[in-house]
C-alpha cells in the first residue's frame, strides 16, 4: 500500500513533536 | 546455503528434481516483506531522549531521569508495536478469509507514542500540564492518520456461515503454524535441494489453503490434509534431519524424497479437486443468470 502526502504529512507532524520533545529534554527548563 | 551453479548444459549435470517433479517457483503466493521507513523513523526520533537522561544524571536530578527513560521506553515499545501490527495487518490483507489480529497493536501504538510525548515533554522540557497534554494528543492523532488503524472486523465471511468461516480461519492458522516447523526442520538438513523440494511442497499446501479459504465447505474434505498430513510430514521431516546431517543415508534420503513427492502430488490434486467443484459451482449460477435473461427477452443475438 503507499504512503499518500496526508500520511506523510501527518508522520512529520508526529516526528517533530517527537525529536522536539525528545531536544527539549535535553535542552531543560525553556 | 550455497548452490552449485550449472544447468542442463553444463558438464556436470546437477542432479536436481527432474523437470518433472519441478513445481513452480518457491516464491509464489508469498508476499514481500514490506519495509517502511517511517518505522525505522519511529525508532531513532526518541534517541536523544538518552541524551537527556545523562544530562540529568549529571545535574543529580534522579527523578527527571527515570522519567525521561521512561518516556524513551515507552516510544521505543510503541515503535516495536506499530511494526508488529503493520506485519499483522500484512498478514490479514494476505488472506481471503482472517479474523481481525487479537491485540489492537497500532491502536496501542498511538496510545504509547501520545504517552511518550507527553512524558517528554512534561518531565524533560518541564512545559505545563496542559501544553504537554495536547502535545501528546496531537501526537496520538497524527499517529493515527499516519500509520492508520488495525483491521478490527473480520474479513471474507460475508456470504458463508460465520462459525464455518471461523472454523477455517482456525484450521489455517493452525495448518500454517505447522509448515512453518517443517519449513525450519528442513533447514537442518543441510542439503539444497531438499530443502527446495520441501518449499515447493509448502506452496502446494499454501496454494491448498487460499483454495479452502475461498470456499469453506471444502474443509470438511481438507481436514485430512490441513492435519494429518502436515502433521507428519512435519515429523517426518525433523526425523529426516536429525538423520541425514548426521550419516547421509542415501536411502533414507530417497524415502524422504519420495514422500515429499507424494504429499505434494496430492495437495495439488486435492486442490484441484475443489476448483472443480467450484468450476461446477460457477457454471450453474452462470446458466441460472442466462436463463432469466434469455426468458426476459434481454439476451444478445435472440
Not at chain 2, 205 to 217: K, S, Y
Amino acid at each position: 500500500m503507499r504512503t499518500t502526502p496526508l500520511q506523510w504529512t501527518a508522520f512529520f507532524v508526529l516526528l517533530v513533536i517527537i525529536v522536539f520533545s525528545a531536544f527539549g529534554a535535553i535542552a531543560g527548563p525553556v | 546455503m550455497a548452490q552449485r551453479y550449472g544447468g542442463d548444459h553444463s558438464p556436470k549435470k546437477p542432479t536436481g528434481p527432474s523437470d518433472a517433479t519441478k513445481t513452480a517457483n518457491k516464491f509464489r503466493g508469498r508476499t514481500a516483506h514490506q519495509s517502511d521507513i517511517r518505522v525505522k523513523l519511529l525508532f531513532l526520533a526518541p534517541v536523544p531522549l538518552l541524551f537527556a537522561a545523562i544530562g540529568e544524571l549529571r545535574a543529580g536530578d534522579a527523578f527527571g531521569m527515570a522519567a525521561e527513560l521512561t518516556a524513551f521506553i515507552t516510544l521505543i515499545f510503541a515503535a516495536y508495536l506499530l511494526r508488529d501490527g503493520i506485519k499483522a495487518q500484512a498478514a490479514f490483507e494476505a488472506r481471503a478469509i482472517a479474523r481481525a489480529p487479537k491485540i489492537p497493536r497500532k491502536l496501542f501504538a498511538a496510545e504509547l507514542t501520545g504517552v511518550g510525548v507527553m512524558l517528554a515533554s512534561f518531565f524533560g522540557w518541564h512545559l505545563d500540564l496542559i501544553p504537554s497534554f495536547i502535545f501528546g494528543i496531537i501526537a496520538s492523532a497524527a499517529h493515527i492518520v499516519s500509520f492508520g488503524l488495525d483491521p478490527m472486523r473480520k474479513k471474507g465471511m460475508g456470504g458463508v456461515n460465520e462459525f464455518d468461516a471461523e472454523r477455517v480461519a482456525k484450521a489455517v492458522d493452525k495448518a500454517e503454524a505447522l509448515l512453518r516447523e517443517t519449513l525450519t526442520a528442513a533447514k537442518r538438513i543441510g542439503n539444497r535441494q531438499l530443502e527446495g523440494r520441501v518449499e515447493s511442497l509448502a506452496s502446494a499446501a499454501r496454494d491448498m489453503f487460499r483454495a479452502v479459504e475461498e470456499d469453506p465447505r471444502d474443509l470438511t474434505s481438507s481436514r485430512k490434509f490441513l492435519s494429518v498430513y502436515l502433521r507428519g510430514a512435519r515429523d517426518a521431516t525433523i526425523k529426516f534431519a536429525d538423520l541425514y546431517s548426521k550419516t547421509r543415508d542415501a536411502d533414507a534420503q530417497r524415502d524422504y524424497e519420495a514422500l515429499l513427492a507424494d504429499l505434494e502430488t496430492s495437495f495439488a490434486n486435492q486442490r484441484e479437486t475443489m476448483l472443480l467443484e467450484n468450476r461446477s459451482d460457477l457454471d450453474v449460477e452462470i446458466e441460472v443468470l442466462r436463463d432469466r435473461l434469455k426468458q426476459e427477452g434481454l439476451r444478445a443475438g435472440d
